[in-house]
């Protein structure tokens, strides 16, 4: 039980579609970020969210979108998905503080485009 | 383009001896180090993370860190069986905005 929550587990969408996925940080941690990991690959950045303002972002094109909530909840926004788009999605949260620290990741949301 | 390499493998060790994975970076910027263990079909786990000069030991892991040769390895001590996975190399340059850049992983198997 990493205390980092991520929802749906799987999911199957059509090329072209729209989908969102979520996340609920680990209790104290105000800094989420997302990686996508294709297989075979590691992890790769795509965007870190702190105090609901996106502070970071990887080399991913404006339809990956994504929101913290006052919480420190929060969702990935995909729009126009493409076949390359599967692949499984981390949620990683940790406290601003001890990002040199690591991070805690979820358990991810595969995601499978057709 | 910050880069971060490891040997892919496998790399296959015996039960009892010592696995030695390695990993180089490109930025010399890069502050923080860490060493991630993935299961198949599951999310990365922390195990070691490193961000001066030398050695730093917790259990049966020894992480090095040599900054001026660009060059992380993790030393797993006494292999056991579920030690098999992929492991992750991951790299922070400097601001934490920056994310973690990741190495491909090195998938160990331990022979019993």
């Known amino acids: 039980e990493t205390g980092v929550t991520q929802s749906p587990t799987h999911l199957i969408k059509t090329r072209g579609q729209q989908v969102t996925l979520r996340c609920s940080s680990q209790s104290g941690h105000n800094t989420v970020s997302w990686y996508q990991q294709a297989l075979g690959q590691g992890p790769q950045f795509i965007f870190q969210y702190y105090r609901e303002e996106e502070n970071g972002r990887g080399n991913f094109p404006p339809r990956f979108s994504g929101l913290q909530f006052p919480n420190y909840s929060s969702e990935l926004n995909v729009n126009a998905l493409e076949l390359d788009d599967s692949a499984l999605y981390l949620c990683?949260?940790?406290?601003?503080?001890?990002?040199?620290?690591?991070?805690?990741f979820g358990s991810g949301t595969r995601l499978t485009v057709v | 383009q910050k880069e971060v390499e490891q040997n892919s493998g496998p790399l296959s060790v015996p039960e009892g001896a010592i696995a030695s994975l390695n990993c180089t970076y490109s930025?010399?910027?890069?502050?923080?180090f860490f060493w991630y263990r993935q299961y198949s079909g599951k999310s990365p786990e922390l195990i070691m993370f490193?961000?001066?000069?030398g050695d730093k030991e917790d259990g049966r892991f020894t992480a090095q860190l040599n900054k001026a040769s660009q060059y992380v390895s993790l030393l797993i001590r006494d292999s056991q069986p579920s030690d098999s996975a992929t492991y992750l190399c991951a790299v922070r340059t400097g601001g934490g905005a920056d994310g973690l850049t990741f190495g491909k992983g090195t998938h160990l198997i331990i022979q019993p």
């Open positions: 930025d010399r910027g890069s502050q923080s």
């Open positions: 990683a949260s940790s406290s601003i503080m001890t990002l040199n620290y690591g991070y805690t």
């Open positions: 490193i961000y001066s000069n």
